[in-house]
């Protein structure tokens, strides 16, 4: 399974900036889709997930009312919709799949990751 995400680039505080995840296979749907993001210097961390059907989702808290996550299971494409974007946002995001589901915001549920792409926020 091959994750391609896109989308960064370089944006103003309080601009938005949507990221999409494409994938080249029809286990798209069968998978449950998350975005996770690495700052300079800190850990990956947890951004937003969506279930199999895109009837459920979850954010972070620091992103939450900001961020939207969707998915066109036509497509086999994932998306992060980012809105009122801060500096702190400025990391290199990753679109991830997970086969077997369980707890969304964890790294080891995931078995297929993307090679990211960066979004900067200048202030």
């Known amino acids: 399974v091959q994750l391609q995400a896109s989308g960064g680039g370089l944006v103003q505080a309080g601009g938005s900036l949507r990221l999409s995840c494409a994938t080249s296979t029809r286990t798209f749907s069968n998978s449950v889709m998350g975005w996770f993001r690495q700052a300079p210097g800190k850990e990956r961390g947890f951004v937003a997930a969506i279930t199999r059907s895109g009837s459920n989702t979850d954010y972070a808290d620091s992103v939450k009312g900001r961020f939207t996550i969707s998915r066109d299971n036509v497509k086999n494409t994932l998306y992060l919709q980012m809105s009122s974007l801060k500096p702190e946002d400025t990391a290199v995001y990753y679109c991830?799949?997970?086969?077997?589901?369980?707890?969304?915001?964890?790294?080891?549920?995931?078995?297929?990751w993307g090679q990211g792409t960066q979004v900067t926020v200048s202030s």
């Open positions: 991830a799949a997970s086969i077997r589901g369980g707890n969304m915001r964890v790294e080891r549920v995931y078995n297929y």
